[in-house]
């Protein structure tokens, strides 16, 4: 039983359905990037956006990209969310590899395509800030590294145990609002951690503007913090929360059954 759970870890999907998955992490990824940042120029207007502006323009990226490519590829665009998915076992550690890379070059595809549309000079927050600052996620000056770490590993958790919640067979019948549920939960978790680090929760999302501003300043906290977080949530709902065998004949029950649910209804009319 076990060396059939490792084979499947390992092996995964076959190299064209891979291929999908990486294309809508590409794309995903790079739209999350470009939008997102989008929304934290303030140099062509000469207005720096408010902290409630940046956060809800992050938080509708999430439900665009969730919209566009949840069906093809769950919509990771972060490879914090891809660990949770491994830990509770939906995707091997080969596609899990796949998603990384992925999401990586679309980060990083996302953000030069920002670069390249926005006039010289005018891809900063406000007229004041530093080009090299743009959209990258750093410390607030009186918060020290491992309170950065802390905020991190929680925001991310918090939105790892969404993941969790949300990918639970139990909760299979109640999909159709899953791009509200991301978007606005991230929303929520920026609008509260983002003075604290920014609250990235995503190790490619700081890593593109990273790589193009060339700003590493407290870099290693962005991934740290983020799959420290992702892993301790997935593993603890793995633990306590996870479907065992013998629960499968209780996901029929009435009470489980959603109640917004088309084929529940249509079934009680049929009956």
Known sequence: MHELRFKRMVKGNTYREQGIVALAEILGTAILVFIGCMGCVGGLLNIAPSHIQITLNFGFAVMIVIQCFGHLSHAHVNPAM????????????????VYFVAQTIGAILGFGLLKAITPAGSLRANANASLDSFCVTDLHRDVSPIQGLIVEGIATAILALIACAVWDPRNARNTDSTPARFGMSVTALAISCGPYTGCSMNPVRTLAPAIWNNYWGHHWVYWLGPFGGALLASL????????????????????????????????????
């Open 82 to 97: 891809t660990l949770v998915s491994v830990v509770l076992g939906i995707k091997t550690v080969r596609e899990g590899l």
């Open 236 to 271: 603890a709902y793995k633990v306590f929360f996870s479907v065992q065998n013998n629960d499968n004949e209780d996901m029929n029950l009435p009470e489980n059954v959603a109640l917004n649910s088309v084929e529940s209804h249509t079934a009680k009319v049929i009956t």
